[in-house]
């Protein structure tokens, strides 16, 4: 009787490796431009739309005021009720024709502009009896990020990483410029939201496997790094332009998603960019946004220094097992002293 017996061979790419060694100028150029550049710059038209939705403080518009010598907040104290916290004025409520009858806002609404110039919602009302068309855009981006995971993902392993990687940023790129420009039809700008968030994962992905397939196993802990500080650092601009462009969310769409164009320029340079389903919700926090965005951004260097060394020490699956259990834990905590 003979026996089959299954050979082992070495893969050849692993063996050409080998020889030409995976630890040298092309790893590092590759990860500090792919895993690190690429993704600094692909931030910005991810995270972008977070800001762009945002809602600033808004209450009913009451005409008149003009015809006084009243400041803003004693014409609110005639014309605007407060809310039940006794507290806040009113957001959705006004007294009508100059009675303590309270009725819906009946001209309108007047927004802070104090770090806003213009943002979406702010543009089309969509507050009050709209305030759901916020919720229901973010909600899109998520589905897009869920779809753009299972298609593309498929897609790259059936026609390769690189042309996967180009069309995820053309659709990054296509999405955010409808974005700016469709506001005003409002199904047409989710379809926007969808189309802008599905190259999200494909483009975090496949930087990554191509610099951990060319890297020794030594190096991988560190690639995962570079690539989470090129992320956060595109983070922490994405405030700082939008105070640079005023506060006007379709310059601050255009003005930092249009620059991944740029990467189409040179052929044999790839695109790779990276989203994170974490919503950084610094709209409902008091002070300066684009400070609080800042900072939820870059207090997250120290955590991924820290990361590589516990992966070195520790191994992968109990650095992450920590990360899940501090995270949980964190939350939970949030949840108990929010008030």
């Known amino acids: 009787m003979v026996v089959a017996v299954e050979r082992n061979e070495p893969d050849e790419f692993e063996m050409v490796m080998e020889r030409v060694g995976m630890k040298g100028k092309f790893q590092l150029r590759f990860n500090l431009i792919y895993n690190m550049l690429f993704p600094m710059l692909f931030a910005l038209p991810c995270f972008n739309i977070l800001l762009a939705i945002s ?16 400041t ?9 009720p407060i809310d039940s916290d006794g507290v806040t004025y009113s957001k959705c409520q006004m007294y009508a024709n100059g009675t303590k009858n ?13 770090w806003y110039s213009l943002t979406a919602p702010s543009q089309e009302n969509w507050v009050c009896d709209k305030e759901l068309y916020v919720t229901n855009a973010i ?44 506001s005003s039809i409002y199904y047409l700008f989710l379809v926007a939201c969808f189309i802008g968030n599905t190259a999200s994962v494909a483009v975090f992905m496949s930087p990554l496997i191509i610099g951990v397939e060319v890297s020794g196993p030594r190096d991988r802990s560190h690639i995962a ?7 956060v650092t595109g983070i922490c601009i994405t405030p700082a332009l939008a105070w640079i462009t ?25 695109c790779h960019f990276i989203y994170y389903s974490l919503i950084i919700l610094v709209t409902g ?5 684009f400070l609080n965005f800042f900072l939820q951004a870059v207090i997250e260097f120290p955590g991924f220094i820290l990361g590589r060394v516990g992966c ?23 949840s108990i002293i929010i008030n």
């Open 55 to 70: 809602v600033p403080q808004h209450w009913c518009h009451v005409p008149g005021r003009e015809d006084t010598n009243f």
């Open 72 to 80: 803003l907040e004693q014409w609110k104290q005639r014309t605007i």
């Open 102 to 114: 309270i009725t819906n806002c009946q001209h309108g609404w007047e927004y802070d502009t104090t």
């Open 139 to 182: 909600f899109f981006t998520r589905v897009g990020e869920a779809v753009g995971s299972l298609v593309l993902g498929q897609l790259a392993d059936m026609f390769g990483r690189r042309p996967i990687m180009f069309l995820s940023v053309a659709l990054m790129v296509i999405g955010r410029t409808l974005n700016a420009v469709t």
């Open 225 to 231: 790094m570079l690539q989470f500080v090129g992320w």
């Open 246 to 270: 005023g506060g006007d969310w379709r310059v601050l769409m255009l003005s930092s998603s249009l620059p991944c164009l740029t990467f189409f320029l040179p052929y044999r340079l790839l």
């Open 285 to 289: 926090m008091s002070g300066n946004p």
């Open 312 to 334: 070195d020490k520790l191994g992968r699956r109990w650095c992450q097992c920590l990360a899940y259990s501090m995270a949980s834990i964190s939350c939970l905590l949030i």
